[in-house]
């Protein structure tokens, strides 16, 4: 669609805030102002006049502000592009840093592919990465992580809340885990985490952790890796660097900084964490209220544990009803991602899905539900009717339903 | 991913979807929805053809709507066991992906099974059904 045609008043409701998130209009507005400031404009990185020192003043408040919601102090925090590239520094630098040390990497296969890619690189660069599978729930069992660990293992990457499924992983048991090893660092991806859920980098163990801006009414291009300063019995965590050419960032991040980015991050997760509280509770009932209407519809499996997830994420199967066919129906009406890759026949099911162990077309007639600070009570409701005609009409019309029929029972 | 008017026209009537029975009804049937893709189309054949057309289809919106139009356009006209025209044919009618051949092919598939069954049964006396 031709973004000069684009009329909001038709969009559709939008349920992908696990996705990304619209930018809270004080954020924009406050980029807004950095943008157009005829003081501002500096290099942050220039000490050597007022313009620079106001736009390093700039980047230095956002950097508190990111500290301050999630519990690390503003050294520990290291600008980057978004969670993917935090990922790939903490994965990759570590990885570097420690390569004589050992080459043996623990993860999950539910993971974000900014953590998985990553590995499967280093797997072709002659690494180790042992792939851990949560249960049906998607939940993984610490003892699952310390019974992977070998005197090689230079790190464990997982993350803290599921971009699918929305479960929460236990970081503090993972955390003492890993520093009785000795010799694992933990890596945290937790670009879905600001604002769903508080986190307390201080006090879980981890070493290392991934934000991201836009999944937290922040703007696309922006994102940070905390890189832990405790001085712990094993020391602290070193990095290698992935990119060189200023010196930024501690050296581990080199480019000049945006600063209106970064001051969105910061403004971002202030009033992020300020609402946690307050719009968990409010989305919670809404997901209840989601889940029951689906319910209804019959058919429908929910993915993912119902009790160690934040409320923002509700991914459902629906059993009778071809993938793309059912995005497709749907599309007009309601912004959901789906289990389906959607454009072939090689279509990928969600792997995260396969690998809690639903069957390759339940993963694929799976839709993603992300509420966000937008999202009604209106906006449930006219969901749960859409979803229950076209469900009907397309089981209707593919003969499954009511009781499973044919040889292939779905 | 976006489909083609003619795509969406039919991916959402699905007008002719359903099952007929009766002893001049043939039916034929491929693919598997364990694999993805399913299909079945129900051919009422009278003498002067093909008298009415349904179908049921576990598939993407492409295949629906090729279905869709194969059972609205066979009406009327005289019973073949090939389809009206080519997969390839069809896929330029309906800009289906290229990737997709092979649901296209479950399609003509079904077709044939129902028009081999209708075919079989008219060399045949008595007429029976499938």
């Known amino acids: 669609m031709n973004a000069a045609t684009v009329n909001p008043a038709r969009m559709p409701v939008y349920l992908d805030h696990a996705s990304t998130t619209p930018v809270d209009a004080r954020v924009a507005a406050r980029m807004a102002e950095v943008l157009r400031s005829e003081a501002e404009y500096g290099n942050p990185a220039s000490t050597s006049h007022g313009y620079g020192d106001a736009a390093g003043a700039l980047v230095e408040t956002a950097r508190a502000q990111v500290a301050e919601a999630v519990g690390a102090q503003s050294e520990e925090v290291i600008w980057t592009s978004g969670a993917t590239e935090a990922n790939n520094l903490a994965i990759f630098g570590v990885a570097q840093y420690y390569r004589e040390r050992g080459r043996h990497i623990v993860t999950t296969r539910t993971e974000h592919k900014a953590v998985l890619d990553p590995c499967r690189e280093l797997q072709r660069r002659g690494w180790q990465v042992s792939y851990l599978v949560p249960d049906r729930d998607g939940v993984l069992d610490p003892k699952q992580v310390a019974d992977s660990l070998r005197p090689d293992t230079v790190l464990v990457s997982v993350m803290h809340v599921n971009n699918e499924i929305g479960v ?5 048991a993972l955390g003492a885990i890993c520093t009785r090893h000795g010799g694992a660092w933990l890596h945290v991806d937790a670009a879905q985490s600001v604002g769903k859920c508080p986190i307390d980098f201080a006090s879980i163990g981890a070493d290392l952790m991934s934000l991201s801006a836009h999944k937290a009414y922040g ?26 050419g200023g010196g930024q960032e501690r050296a581990l991040r080199a480019g000049t900084l945006a600063t209106h980015q970064v001051v969105g991050m910061g403004l971002a997760f202030e009033i992020a964490t300020t609402l946690t509280s307050v719009e ?16 209804e519809i019959g058919g429908v499996l929910r993915n993912g544990s119902a009790t160690r997830a934040v409320p923002h ?37 969600s792997y995260v899905l396969r690998a809690l162990g639903r069957s390759e077309r339940l993963s694929e007639s799976s839709l993603r539900f992300g509420l966000g600070r937008s999202t009604t009570q209106a906006d449930i409701d006219m969901a749960v009717a859409v979803l229950g005609r076209e469900v009907k009409r397309l089981r209707n019309v593919a003969g499954t339903t009511g009781a499973a029929r044919g040889a292939s029972g779905i | ?50 008298q009415a057309a349904r179908f049921l289809a576990f598939a993407c919106p492409h ?44 399609i003509e598939d079904a077709w044939s099974a129902a028009a081999l069954a209708a075919i079989e049964s008219r060399a045949s006396a008595p007429i029976s059904r499938q």
Not at chain 1, 219 to 238: C, E, T, W, Y
Not at chain 1, 280 to 295: C, F, K, V
Not at chain 2, 23 to 50: N, S
Not at chain 2, 80 to 101: D, G, I, T, Y
């Open chain 1, 168 to 172: 929460v992983q236990n970081i503090a």
């Open chain 1, 219 to 244: 703007p696309k291009g922006v994102g940070a890796l905390l890189v832990s300063q405790r001085d712990g019995s094993r020391g602290r965590v070193q990095l290698s660097a992935l990119q060189f």
């Open chain 1, 280 to 295: 968990t509770a409010r989305i919670a009932h809404l997901q209840q209220r989601l889940w029951h209407g689906l319910q």
């Open chain 1, 313 to 349: 994420l509700l991914n459902v199967s629906f059993e009778g009803v071809e993938g793309e066919s059912l995005v497709a129906a749907v599309r007009e009406q309601l912004a959901v991602s789906t289990g389906s890759a959607c454009t072939s026949a090689s279509a990928e099911p």
């Open chain 2, 1 to 50: 991913m976006n489909y083609s008017e003619l795509t969406r026209r039919y991916f959402e009537s699905a007008a002719a979807a359903g099952e007929l029975h009766g002893p001049d009804v043939f039916r034929g049937a491929a693919g598997d929805r364990e694999r993805g893709t399913w299909v079945q189309f129900d051919l009422q054949i009278g003498q002067g053809g093909v």
């Open chain 2, 63 to 106: 295949g629906i709507a090729i279905c869709a139009w194969l059972a609205e356009t066979a009406v009327g006209k005289p019973l073949q066991r090939n389809l009206p025209e080519s997969a390839q044919e069809m896929r330029r009618r309906f800009e289906v992906p290229v990737e997709k051949m092979g649901r296209l092919l479950i």
